[in-house]
């Protein structure tokens, strides 16, 4: 059975999109199968892998409108569930409690064809949010160094333990892992590192704390349409999401 | 309600789809259908070629032959019968040495052995080969070479002159189809006329090729 992540973090330009396709890519270099979920209406992950936005999309398929298989579209090595636009009616579309089950709904009839599911999330707290803490089974919370970002990991935090853990659960999601990213060996982002090894130690969940290295490769390979992985396999920043997918696989097993 | 029928339709799509893909069909390739279609015609077309042949207004006069033709057989024996058996001379080179024929005596001891009439067979006309039916097949309403082109990316190619066959147009040079076994069966047995089952296969497309023209 394919194990979900929903990467998340409620304060934007971490690094989520970024983490997504990086980790979906590292995973496949593990030989994993993957399908990634853009749950972000921005669709920024859609444009980084080309998707086909003619296809049926997630809002369609959470619509109803559309099966979950019509709207997988192989992009690249994974793949991936593209978004629209329409993602920002989401608050106003799915209203009712029991659409909050509709991403698990979506995923479970594919779950067994994966290995890993990461579902790419926007940065806010919403509904789409919600169905993605129901689905999932591990969080990955990439930040940088600011403190912004750090906060935004209790954020996550604390709703994920008002699903998981409140008088109604409906989540079952654990915090897998805390990704450092743009890391450099400053006296500031070695702070950081302790502050999220510190915040590791506080949660229950004990997620990893790993860091990724900073790369101008990064927003190269994006202009290329490519992974980093892909455009430069032996850039360090493309070495260390490898190493975090291996540790991920061997701690998700 | 109408979140929880939300859930209720997609999950119901889902199933169905997933039921689909997983239904044998999913294996089926589009030369099966285009095979599956033609066998049908042409079973059909068989049905009504026995159907007419079991009508005694329309009795084909080819029938009527043999039984003339077996009525004289059944003569001529009978004739042979009747007449006192010849010693039969065979000129032969010299070199050559053959057994002597003896004439054979008929007496009661040695009665003449029953000479079997020749069973005449029915002259092979609906069998698998040389099938007119096999032209009348129904056309479909489709590109079949797109489809086989989106499906295995065919590469037209001209030549194929190395499989031993003369040149002509093909679209099919470097594809592997995996044919339900009921239709490879089907198109070994046919296909002999066309060079096997690639050459039954070309034949197909060749006329789907005339027919969406």
């Known amino acids: 059975m394919g194990k979900v992540l929903g990467i998340v973090n409620q304060k934007g330009g971490v690094g989520k999109t970024t983490s997504t396709i990086e980790l979906a890519a590292a995973f496949v270099a593990q030989k994993k199968k993957v399908l990634v979920i853009d749950l972000d209406q921005q669709g920024n992950l859609s444009k980084y892998v080309n998707a086909d936005l003619s296809k049926p999309t997630i809002f369609d398929v959470l619509q109803a409108e559309s099966a979950t298989i019509d709207a997988i579209q192989k992009c690249g090595t994974f793949d991936v569930i593209a978004s629209s636009k329409e993602l920002s009616k989401a608050d106003r579309t799915f209203t009712e409690y029991q659409d909050l089950f509709l991403l698990e709904d979506v995923i479970k009839p594919i779950k067994d064809n994966y290995h890993f599911i990461l579902i790419d999330n926007g940065p806010s707290r919403s509904t789409l949010l919600t169905m993605a803490y129901v689905a999932s089974d591990g969080i990955v919370i990439p930040t940088e160094a600011d403190d912004g970002s750090i906060d935004g990991i209790w954020e996550v935090h604390n709703d994920l333990v008002t699903y998981r853990d409140g008088a109604h659960p409906v989540s079952h999601a654990k915090i897998e892992l805390l990704l450092l990213n743009k890391y450099e060996n400053t006296v500031m982002h070695q702070n950081a590192k302790e502050a999220l090894q510190d915040i590791s130690s506080e949660i229950s969940d004990n997620p990893l704390v790993e860091t990724i290295r900073k790369s101008i490769i990064a927003s190269e390979s994006k202009s290329f349409r490519q992974s980093i992985q892909e455009y430069s396999p032996k850039n360090n920043a493309a070495e260390d999401y490898r190493s975090v997918a291996k540790k991920l696989v061997r701690r998700m097993k | ?213």
Not at chain 2, 27 to 38: A, H, Q, S
Not at chain 2, 48 to 73: F, V
Not at chain 2, 80 to 106: F, G, L, M
Not at chain 2, 173 to 201: D, F, P, Q, R, W
Request: glycine share 4%.
């Open chain 2, 1 to 213: 309600m109408a979140a929880q029928s939300r859930r209720e339709k997609l999950n119901a799509l889902n199933k169905k789809r997933m039921d689909e893909q997983h239904s044998p069909k999913k294996n089926t390739t589009i030369v099966d259908e285009m095979l599956d279609n033609y066998t049908k015609a042409s079973d059909s077309a068989k049905k009504a070629e026995t159907t007419k042949e079991k009508s005694t207004k329309t009795k084909p006069s080819e029938a009527k032959k043999i039984q003339k033709h077996q009525e004289i057989i059944e003569k001529t024996v009978e004739e042979i019968v009747a007449k006192p058996i010849e010693e039969v001379s065979v000129v032969v080179p010299e070199t050559e040495s053959i057994p002597e024929i003896k004439a054979v005596e008929v007496n009661e001891t040695n009665p003449i052995p029953e000479i079997k009439v020749p069973e005449i067979e029915k002259p092979v006309t609906d069998t698998l080969i040389n099938k007119p039916e096999i032209e009348a097949a129904p056309t479909p309403d489709r590109d079949i070479l797109k489809l086989l082109a989106e499906q295995y990316g065919l590469i037209n190619v001209m030549d194929k002159s190395r499989v031993g066959r003369p040149k002509r147009e093909g679209y099919y040079h470097k594809i592997s189809l995996n044919l339900k076994a009921e239709n490879l069966m089907y198109a070994k047995s046919v296909g002999g006329k066309y060079g096997g089952v690639t050459g039954y296969i070309n034949y197909l497309i060749e006329q789907d090729m005339k027919k969406n023209k």
